[in-house]
Nanobody, 126 residues
Framework: QVQLVESGGGSVQPGGSLRLSCSAS??????????IGWFRQAPGKEREGVSC????????YYEDSVKGRFTISRDNAKNTVYLQMNALKPEDTALYYC?????????????????WGQGTQVTVSS
């Protein structure tokens, strides 16, 4: 069983920064064998993919609206994936989730992921 816990959310002003963490644990878990995706869901909206880091070669992917502002990274020794969020905008406000899938390759579809954390709230407002 793989368990995920998100942390690092909070309230910031537009233009501010936050770093989200996704800590993974479980018997026999090796982070580099798992693909980790970040998703977000705002009230009344569908869950959308934000970023992903592959479990094969570490390739990273970003949703268009966050390119150049967000950076995903992985620390295999700590079994942790990070999402550095800079130049935050009000439209980034959402509950952010990390998720894993068995596949070694990224997907932007929530339905392709098997295990989810509980989420961490990010609020960007003046």
């Amino acid at each position: 069983q793989v368990q995920l816990v998100e942390s690092g959310g909070g309230s910031v002003q537009p233009g501010g920064s936050l770093r989200l963490s996704c800590s993974a644990s479980g018997s026999g878990f090796t982070l580099n064998y798992y693909t980790i995706g970040w998703f977000r869901q705002a009230p009344g909206k569908e869950r959308e993919g934000v970023s992903c880091i592959s479990g094969s070669d570490g390739a990273v992917y970003y949703e268009d609206s966050v390119k150049g502002r967000f950076t995903i990274s992985r620390d295999n020794a700590k079994n942790t994936v990070y999402l550095q969020m800079n130049a935050l905008k009000p439209e980034d406000t959402a509950l952010y989730y990390c998720a894993t899938r068995v596949s070694l390759f990224c997907s932007s579809r929530p339905g392709h992921y098997n295990t989810w954390g509980q989420g961490t709230q990010v609020t960007v407002s003046s």
